[in-house]
């Protein structure tokens, strides 16, 4: 790997890191967005930032998992 290469990746790295959400933040969304899934509405098209963390954050996605079977 190249110096360039690295700043580079370095750079995408804490700039994907200004766009992700917060877990915290997730938390705060994730029931929404599973009573969304479950009246069939396009939960990922309305809520594209917890689309991307769930896929993202493995913890998260369980959490995802977990929730969306209890409700459904
Ligand atoms: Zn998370």
Same mark, same amino acid.
């Given at each position: 790997?190249? *110096? %360039?290469?690295?700043?580079?990746? /370095?750079?995408?790295? +804490? #700039?994907?890191? &200004?766009? =992700? @959400?917060?877990?915290?933040? +997730? +938390? =705060? !969304? $994730? *029931?929404?967005? %599973? &009573? @969304?899934?479950?009246?069939? !509405?396009? #939960?990922?098209? $309305?809520?594209?930032?917890? #689309?991307?963390?769930? !896929? !993202?954050?493995?913890?998260?996605?369980?959490?995802?998992?977990?929730?969306?079977? #209890? /409700? $459904?």
């Amino acid at each position: 790997m190249t *110096p %360039v290469d690295l700043k580079r990746l /370095i750079h995408s790295v +804490f #700039a994907s890191r &200004e766009e =992700e @959400m917060l877990c915290s933040e +997730f +938390f =705060e !969304q $994730l *029931p929404r967005y %599973v &009573e @969304m899934e479950a009246s069939g !509405q396009d #939960a990922a098209g $309305l809520l594209p930032e917890v #689309a991307h963390h769930l !896929q !993202q954050c493995s913890e998260c996605g369980e959490l995802y998992r977990a929730l969306s079977e #209890a /409700i $459904l």
